[in-house]
């Protein structure tokens, strides 16, 4: 009998047995290295260890003081049109594949990126004087 006829059974629970065996040793791994540092590690507990670690500044006063909204708004805005550009290296690398129909996608998407960008320049979200 050819060998294209013979009916072969690639999705067996025999070939998940390698990566069910990496997953136990990696599991086992982290529980020894945690155990053993738990188990072999120092145990010195002096005030100055106990206290709270602020990036090597003392505390002063309350950190539960206001902040202006503005920060955080730029920082979202950041991130947003930060993971809007990561979305233009698929079609940097497939654009001769891709052809018109890749182009017209990518034209429609910068579109859309810009009318978010121009909507909040205009809401004022950029403006740091209020």
């Known amino acids: 009998m050819p ?23 990696a599991i086992g791994l982290v529980s020894l290295m945690i155990w ?5 590690g120092p145990k010195r507990k002096t ?9 090597g500044i003392e505390v002063k006063g309350n950190a ?7 920060y955080f708004l730029v920082a979202i805005l950041f991130v947003l049109f930060d993971v809007e550009v990561i979305f233009f290296y698929p ?9 018109w129909d890749g ?14 960008f121009i909507y909040i320049f205009k809401k004022g979200a950029m403006k740091w004087e209020e």
């Open 3 to 25: 060998f294209f006829l013979l009916e072969t059974n690639v999705n067996n629970a025999a070939n998940y047995l390698p990566i069910l065996i990496q997953v136990f040793f």
């Open 36 to 40: 053993g540092s738990d188990k072999l």
């Open 47 to 55: 005030s100055d260890k106990l206290q709270n670690f602020e990036s």
């Open 64 to 70: 539960r003081q206001p902040m202006a909204i503005k």
């Open 91 to 99: 079609y940097a690398v497939n654009f001769r594949a891709l052809g």
């Open 103 to 116: 182009f017209i996608a990518v034209v429609l998407f910068v579109t859309s990126f810009l009318a978010g």
